[in-house]
């Protein structure tokens, strides 16, 4: 595999505050998912890699020239940006034929009416931008991004508001692109959806790499994290006590009237629980899991690297 | 690079915005049509409406060309045009140049007023074209200036307030360098070298700017090409968004 995008040791901070830290890695063919909470340094790490912004420090190539130095490099990269702002009175159409010629591309209107096609909204292509729902948007967007048949794709948070249908549709054609071999990068901060289009994932939190490889090593990763669980029943203190002696329960606090268990092996505790309930003559109301935010896995990442 | 111009040109210039910034822009107008067939001679009244239109056109200018970038930094669009194979000294010369020519449209409606104006007092046509130069300059000015302030500066619109009201029109009256750096007053420049009959109190107006019309092109030349470059080193240099 060639790596199309190549990161080295970059950073970027605004004033005190650092946005990215130290990232190396690089990208090649296919479908790499860029997975971490809000505020992880995605956003800032896509716009580096398109040359919207300047590295504070480090360098960056794409097909081995630096985007704020080349610009003949977006003839071949295209951005779907986060942001939802649009022409509003724009037609889809015009909008995407203007991006074809400023992209300098042969055939604009042809090409505009393929993407139109392959995005679904040729039906709608001469309505105003404005009038669009926000999935509608974004497959303008990414039609935009595709009239120039870019080698490298960056897509950032490219299903924010598709219907499931349409998030079905995006996926497939996302896969289809880096099947090709395209590089497409998506960021997402819904490990789902990424397992579900990227066959390598790229974690990040706090500006930093947390995690990198297939989706089932950051899964692996997630799945030995030990974890607590917040359990609601009838009669704490005698949960408690059988809990103590249970497989893959690490402790047992009694909060209020509710039990937060600390689990090495969160799916052996579930496997063990309604059993003990039973044995032990308790009620279980609710069980609710403490800390599964994405955030807490990812800093339970980043702890672990 | 006429695609870009054409994108701005298109975006800038709604319906409203041209309404609205015309009838700003036509306020000298309005002042040369009420004092018809009043006490003042033209001698008064004419730099009473040239310095009206020197803020009103600035005004509209600086309210339409500074958000030539910064209405698209800050709308979250600019992404769009800016990762583009377009080299950043052609990107900086069509947004200046699709700023100047959304300034001159405006300058265009502002003259067209003022020369409805006249004609209701009695001028003759041929002595109103030479007013024309006057906005279509001022226009080109502005813009060179505004348009890489509204990229450079998240509160541009203040600062190019504070070029237009503080600069230009108070401090360029005591202080004689300054006045040379009045876009307006260069644009006045050139008219008072074009215009058949020019009243003496129109030296006021100018100030220490003498009337010319080569050297008014050549420091409105000179301001082009330094908006040009500053506008070319902020796309290389700074952040886009």
């Known amino acids: ?305 | 690079m006429i695609t870009l111009l054409g994108h701005f040109f298109r975006r800038m210039l709604t319906r409203g915005r041209l309404i609205g910034l015309i009838a700003l822009s036509s306020l000298a107008a309005i002042v040369v049509w009420l004092s018809q067939g009043g006490e003042f001679g033209r001698g008064e009244v004419y730099p009473t409406a040239v310095t009206t239109a020197g803020v009103t056109f600035a005004i509209a200018v600086l309210i339409l060309t500074v958000g030539t970038l910064r209405d698209e930094r800050d709308g979250g669009t600019l992404p769009y045009i800016y990762m583009r194979p377009i080299p950043r000294t052609g990107f900086a010369a069509a947004s200046i140049a699709g700023g100047a020519a959304t300034a001159i449209v405006i300058g265009v409606g502002a003259w067209i007023a003022t020369v409805l104006g006249s004609l209701a007092g009695g001028v003759d046509l041929s002595e109103t074209f030479a007013g024309l130069s006057l906005f279509v300059t001022a226009a080109i000015g502005y813009a060179a200036i505004f348009v890489p302030l509204g990229y450079l500066a998240p509160r541009s619109l203040l600062f190019g307030l504070g070029y237009v009201v503080v600069l230009e029109q108070i401090v360029g009256f005591m202080v004689n360098g300054v006045a040379q750096l009045s876009i307006w007053r260069i644009a006045v420049s050139i008219y008072a070298d074009i215009a058949p009959t020019v009243p003496s109190a129109m030296e006021d107006v100018l100030g220490p700017v003498t009337p010319g019309v080569t050297d008014g092109l050549i420091k409105i030349g000179i301001v082009l090409v330094v908006g040009w470059l500053v506008l070319t080193w902020a796309l290389k240099e700074r952040d886009a968004v």
């Not at chain 1, 591309?105 to 009038?131: M, N, Q, S």
């Open chain 1, 1 to 305: 595999m060639t790596d199309t995008v190549v990161i080295t040791e970059v950073s970027k901070w605004f004033g005190f505050k650092v946005a990215v830290s130290d990232v190396t890695i690089s990208f090649g063919s296919g479908v790499t998912g860029l997975l971490g909470p809000n505020g992880a340094g995605k956003t800032t790490l896509m716009r580096l890699v398109a040359g919207l912004q300047k590295p504070s420090q480090g360098k960056i190539t794409v097909l081995g020239q630096d985007p704020r130095e080349h610009v003949d490099v977006y003839r071949k990269m295209s951005l779907v940006p986060e942001d939802e702002a649009m022409y509003e009175r724009e037609s889809a159409r015009r909008f995407i034929q203007t991006m074809a010629r400023l992209g300098k591309i042969d055939d604009p209107v042809g090409k505009t009416e393929d993407v139109l096609r392959i995005v679904g909204l040729t039906d709608a292509a001469d309505r105003p931008l404005g009038t669009f729902s926000k999935g509608m948007r974004q497959r303008a967007k990414v039609a935009s991004a595709l009239v120039t048949e870019p080698e490298v794709l960056l897509l950032d948070e490219p299903l924010n508001g598709a219907d499931p249908v349409q998030r079905a549709e995006l996926i497939r054609l996302f896969k289809e692109l880096g099947a090709a071999g395209r590089t497409v990068i998506v960021s997402s901060h819904v490990l789902a959806e990424v397992e579900r289009m990227a066959d390598r994932v790229v974690a990040m939190v706090d500006g930093r790499l947390a995690a990198v490889g297939s989706v089932a090593t950051i899964r692996a990763a997630m799945t030995d994290r030990p974890r607590q669980i917040y359990v609601e029943c009838s009669d704490p203190r005698r949960l408690a006590s059988a809990l103590f002696r249970t497989e893959g329960v690490v402790g047992v606090h009694l909060e209020a009237d509710r039990l937060r268990v600390e689990a090495s092996d969160a799916r052996a505790v579930a496997d063990h629980l309604p059993r003990l309930a039973v044995e032990n003559g308790v009620r279980v109301t609710d069980l609710q899991p403490a800390d599964e935010s994405l955030e807490s896995v990812f800093r339970y990442l980043v702890g672990s690297r």
